[in-house]
């Protein structure tokens, strides 16, 4: 993430994750206050046999972009809301990058950060059956909770 404030959204991510058992790390690699960091981090994603980076950043958001443009590892971008424009402005930033340098871009926040986790782990499961198996559960968990969902009778009436 670009700032530990982005950890309020980003955690949503991680705790994904951790529930199907997937390795990862969190950290602060910002775009703008440390780029040489960044840059490392971007460049040894590959070799360290990292399969996904997620980044989460809020403003300007340039961290998934300039991630995007130093490794070939998918970069999964999180808009994070900001103060003043609620995550637009990340979104923008995030989802308008130049042709040939791809940054699949989620929703802004909470939901963003859950699901760019999940897209993460379908990756992952191509390859991985046991993985596979925890996805489908998932879904399967999830199909059953939408089923069991009632609303009030309309008008009052059964």
């Known amino acids: 993430m670009g700032s530990n404030s982005d ?3 980003m955690q949503h991510a991680a705790q994904i994750l951790a529930d199907f058992g997937v390795p990862y ?31 989460g950043a809020g403003g300007a958001a340039h961290l998934p972009g300039m991630l995007a443009a130093k490794t070939v590892v998918p970069v ?9 424009l609620q995550g637009v402005d990340s ?9 040939g ?22 990756l992952l499961a191509n390859e991985d059956a046991t993985l596979r198996e925890k996805l489908l559960d998932f879904r399967a968990r999830q199909t059953e909770a939408a089923r069991a969902m009632t609303l009030p009778p309309a008008g009052g009436r059964a």
Do not use: C
């Open 7 to 9: 950890w309020d959204v």
């Open 25 to 55: 790390e969190a950290r602060v690699v910002s775009a703008h206050r440390m780029p040489d960091d960044m840059f490392r981090y971007a460049e040894q994603a590959a070799p360290r046999g990292l399969k996904a980076l997620i980044a």
């Open 76 to 84: 999964l971008g999180v808009p994070v809301p900001s103060k003043h």
């Open 91 to 99: 979104l923008h930033s995030i989802v308008q990058m130049p042709k």
């Open 101 to 122: 340098i791809p940054v699949a871009t989620f929703a802004i926040g909470t939901a963003g950060a859950a699901n760019a986790a999940l897209f993460a782990v379908a």
